[in-house]
């Protein structure tokens, strides 16, 4: 394998990672390999761990890494990569988004979100291409 240079266009604008979320059948377990394989831990429960929304209810807990990163300056804090955050939920009901998405694909990756300078500038942006 060879190094490539990176080229972008004159148009484009960074993206940093910022978090992926995982809907998986068994939220514990996951969270237990996180913990055993990256020593990651849990950063957030939703209410307990129980997010609802009419008939639709899942579990979600955020994990990471611990990180000892701050900053109260914008430009470092938007391109720092050391803190992980991943979210992980599973299904407590046969209806909404998450239980469709274990039914219909399977556990996996739901979506990847991106920090960005201007969001506004950069979904317009996208929309002139």
């Given amino acids: 394998l060879l190094p490539q240079e990176a080229i972008f266009a004159n148009t484009a604008l960074p993206a940093y990672s910022d978090h992926w979320v995982s809907n998986v059948i068994s939220r514990t377990g996951f969270l237990d390999v996180l913990n055993e394989t990256l020593n990651f831990s849990p950063k957030v429960d939703f209410n307990a761990g129980v997010v609802a929304a009419g008939e639709a209810q899942i579990e979600s807990t955020v994990t990471g ?24 939920n599973n299904a407590l009901s046969k209806v909404g988004h998450v239980y469709l998405f274990l039914n219909e694909i399977g556990q996996g990756i739901q979506h990847v979100a991106s920090r960005v300078e201007n969001l506004v500038e950069f979904v317009q942006r996208g929309n002139d291409q």
Avoid: C, M
Avoid at 65 to 88: G, M
């Fill in 65 to 88: 890494n611990d990180s000892i990163f701050s900053t109260d300056d914008k430009e470092i804090a938007l391109r720092d990569q050391s803190q992980v955050y991943l979210p992980i």
